[in-house]
């Protein structure tokens, strides 16, 4: 089946600093997805890409849809001790079904 | 607004039993799905169903595992007998579903709920 390769799969970083994760893919996605999940809860959608070259900005998230649509990445800006989760990226070929990512676990040291 | 509910949170068993997770999705949300979460093998799609009908159920992993919608806010995931490698994370979540004029359907993104932690002694 398609498979996404999420990388890296864990980052430790200083409070403060940018952080930045993608996602790769041999397929081609029309729409990709950015969620966090906290433990002993589920995904929480941050940001959605539709289109070939998006970038979207959330608060201190951005995130980019490749132009091959193959690649997605997301970048935090000044990260704080409250962004620490685990972070997954999604692909979506047809209107109903996701293919997730491994995920990014982020840890932020103070 | 409320989110997905699902229950229950947490469900520990024996093998051999009967188990059953619930869903109530997003109300006016027309798609709903079922994944599964381990450390081996991420989030795993089970089945989905749109207007209540189940669309793909692929994902099912045998005979022992059953899901039914009977009706636009309600979701039943049914694991008979259930066996220890059944312990995972089960996730249900929702999403709007709108086809369009041309070939041209809506990927509305899926809501999760918070999920039901089952152990399978």
């Known amino acids: 089946g398609q498979q996404l390769n999420q990388s890296p799969q864990s980052m430790f970083i200083q409070e403060g600093e940018d952080v930045s994760m993608n996602c790769t893919s041999s397929?081609?996605?029309?729409?990709w997805l950015w969620y966090k999940q906290d433990p002993g809860e589920g995904p929480v959608l941050l940001i959605a890409?539709?289109?070939?070259?998006e970038l979207t900005s959330n608060g201190r998230l951005t995130a980019q849809f490749g132009i091959t649509r193959k690649d997605s990445f997301l970048n935090i800006s000044a990260s704080i001790p409250s962004d620490v989760c685990i972070y997954f990226c999604?692909?979506?070929?047809?209107?109903?079904?996701?293919?997730f990512g491994s995920g990014t676990q982020l840890t932020v040291l103070p | 607004d409320a989110g997905v509910i699902q229950s229950p949170r947490h469900e520990v068993t024996e093998m051999g039993q009967e188990v059953t997770l619930r869903c109530k999705p997003i109300?006016?949300?027309?798609?709903l799905f079922w994944y599964r979460q381990t450390m081996m093998r991420g989030l795993e799609l089970l089945i989905y169903f749109n207007n209540n009908v189940p669309i793909d159920d692929s994902g099912m992993p045998e005979d022992r595992f059953s899901a039914k919608m009977p009706n636009a806010s309600f979701s039943t995931l049914k694991i008979q007998p259930s066996e220890p490698r059944d312990s995972a994370v089960y996730f249900c979540a929702s999403s709007l579903f709108t086809r369009g004029l041309v070939r041209q359907n809506s990927n509305q993104p899926q809501h999760f709920g918070d999920g039901t932690r089952l152990s399978i002694l």
């Open positions: 890409l539709y289109k070939a070259g």
């Open positions: 999604a692909g979506q070929r047809t209107p109903r079904q996701l293919t």
């Open positions: 397929s081609i996605f029309n729409t």
């Open positions: 109300s006016g949300h027309n798609s």
